[in-house]
């Protein structure tokens, strides 16, 4: 039913800004309560939280990398956004966008994007 799809350059410069789109079918990303987070894998390593938007626009980012990130959405498109900027290679990871429902701080996502390549590279 739910539907997400990751979009946006494979390849960005050091030091420059990543920006990814997350785009979600067959539901609205302002249902309550719903969370939408965005997640990466390093090669060879496991998955990292980065952050997530929530169903009523409020946005959470992990500690490690809070300073750089910056999540955002367009209820009219049905759509959410990371923007992580000054990039290093160290950023280099596949990157999936995903629901998340929560219940007492613990939370299950249930649908995911398939990922996309992002390279950091000059």
């Known amino acids: 039913q739910v539907q997400l799809q990751e979009s946006g350059p494979g390849l960005v410069k050091p030091s420059q800004t990543l920006s990814l789109t997350c785009t979600v079918s067959g539901g609205s990303i302002t249902t309550n309560y719903y969370y939408w987070n965005w997640i990466r894998q390093p090669p060879g390593k496991g998955l990292e939280w980065i952050g997530y938007?929530?169903?009523?626009?409020?946005?959470y980012y992990s500690p490690s990398l809070k300073s750089r990130t910056s999540i955002s959405r367009d209820t009219s498109k049905n759509q959410f956004t990371l923007q992580l900027s000054s990039v290093t290679p160290e950023d280099t990871a596949v990157y999936y966008c995903?629901?998340?429902?929560?219940?007492?701080?613990?939370?299950?996502?249930?649908?995911w994007g398939q990922g996309t390549q992002v390279t950091v590279s000059s």
């Open positions: 995903a629901r998340g429902v929560g219940n007492f701080g613990v939370v299950e996502y249930d649908y």
């Open positions: 938007i929530t169903y009523s626009g409020n946005s």
